[in-house]
C-alpha cells in the first residue's frame, strides 16, 4: 500500500504564495517522477509539474512562478507557487511515478486564489 498525503492548500489573495508538499509512506521504492496536477471546475486534469531524475518539466501557464522539489529522503514533493491568479484556483493532485506499478495520486487539497 502507498499512501499520500497533501497539505498546504488554502485561500491566498492574487499576488500571494502557497506552499504544497506531498509525502508518501507505505511501501515506497523505485520512485521515478513525482510532480503535480490540478484540475478546475469543469475542466480537465492538466499537469502543473514534474521532476524526475533531477529534471523539471512545467506547464507553460505556470512557468517562471512555480517550482517543484524533491526530498528523497522523506520521499516527500513540494510545489512553491509565488504570484498566485485566479486562473490558478483549482484542487491540486500529488502523484508518484514508481514505473512497472503505475502511478500513485493523493487525495487532493483545494487552492482558491481570490480577493
Known amino acids: 500500500q502507498v499512501q499520500l498525503v497533501e497539505s498546504g492548500g488554502g485561500l491566498v489573495q492574487p499576488g500571494g504564495s502557497l506552499r504544497l508538499s506531498c509525502a508518501a509512506s507505505g511501501s515506497i521504492f523505485s520512485i521515478y517522477a513525482m510532480g503535480w496536477y490540478r484540475q478546475a471546475p469543469g475542466k480537465q486534469r492538466e499537469l502543473v509539474a514534474i521532476i524526475s531524475s533531477g529534471s523539471t518539466n512545467y506547464a507553460d501557464s505556470v512557468k517562471g512562478r512555480f517550482t517543484v522539489s524533491r526530498d528523497n529522503a522523506k520521499n516527500t514533493v513540494y510545489l512553491q507557487m509565488n504570484s498566485l491568479k485566479p486562473e490558478d484556483t483549482a484542487v491540486y493532485y500529488c502523484?508518484?511515478?514508481?514505473?512497472?506499478?503505475?502511478?500513485?495520486w493523493g487525495q487532493g487539497t483545494q487552492v482558491t486564489v481570490s480577493s
Open positions: 502523484i508518484v511515478g514508481m514505473g512497472t506499478r503505475g502511478n500513485f
